[in-house]
T-cell receptor, first 113, second 116 residues
Framework: DTEVTQTPKHLVMGMTNKKSLKCEQHMGHRAMYWYKQKAKKPPELMFVYSYEKLSINESVPSRFSPECPNSSLLNLHLHALQPEDSALYLC????????????FGQGTRLTVV | AQSVAQPEDQVNVAEGNPLTVKCTYSVSGNPYLFWYVQYPNRGLQFLLKYITGDNLVKGSYGFEAEFNKSQTSFHLKKPSALVSDSALYFCAVRDKGHSSASKIIFGSGTRLSIRP
């Protein structure tokens, strides 16, 4: 199994809503990542978890809250988002942070209205 | 800080011709370099990496890349392009730091268009 599964694939939410994005991998990887990607732009790193601990937070606004319940799961909790937060949110995992290639999920297309 | 540059926003190639997508890097120490491909509305797929060893790295789907230390380049190549190779290609580098705080930094991307 070389898949990273993200749910939902599409999400529309209002600025007062609370929602969560979910990511799952069963490759035994110990590093997991959240990226944000705007159209025709490269992915921008948001968070890195290494061995289930948050190791990098790229100064992401607190309306984005990551959670790593166990080594296979990664969540991104969303609250009070702005329309400019609309983007493709990508989850990825790798054996270790940075040294090895990352496997990406298909992403969640988020629209904030 | 580590960085990669992709000087071409778009590359157009006829099917069957060789293709090259350019990438240059700026790193301190030994570079860890990657190429990824992204199809429309999809996540990124890993193509190949250079960590150490042979300068010519072979990857998925017939792609290869040549690490050139003197020119600080890591260009992606394929001998014969397919229409299905049309996609967005990203060069990436590992940012220097402790492994638990290490991250991958992506270039701006190059759109490859293969015409039949």
């Amino acid at each position: 199994d070389t898949e990273v599964t993200q749910t939902p694939k599409h999400l529309v939410m209002g600025m007062t809503n609370k929602k969560s994005l979910k990511c799952e991998q069963h490759m035994g990887h110990r590093a997991m990542y959240w990226y944000k990607q705007k159209a025709k732009k490269p992915p921008e790193l948001m968070f890195v978890y290494s061995y289930e601990k948050l190791s990098i937070n790229e100064s992401v606004p607190s309306r984005f809250s990551p959670e790593c319940p166990n080594s296979s799961l990664l969540n991104l909790h969303l609250h009070a988002l702005q329309p400019e937060d609309s983007a493709l949110y990508l989850c990825a995992s790798s054996q270790q942070a940075g040294y090895t290639e990352a496997f990406f999920g298909q992403g969640t297309r988020l629209t904030v209205v | 800080a580590q960085s990669v540059a992709q000087p071409e926003d778009q590359v157009n190639v006829a099917e069957g011709n060789p293709l090259t997508v350019k990438c240059t890097y700026s790193v301190s120490g030994n570079p860890y370099l990657f190429w990824y491909v992204q199809y429309p509305n999809r996540g990124l797929q890993f193509l190949l990496k250079y960590i150490t060893g042979d300068n010519l790295v072979k990857g998925s789907y017939g792609f290869e890349a040549e690490f050139n230390k003197s020119q600080t380049s890591f260009h992606l190549k394929k001998p014969s392009a397919l229409v299905s190779d049309s996609a967005l290609y990203f060069c990436a580098v590992r940012d220097k730091g402790h492994s638990s705080a290490s991250k991958i930094i992506f270039g701006s991307g190059t759109r490859l268009s293969i015409r039949p």
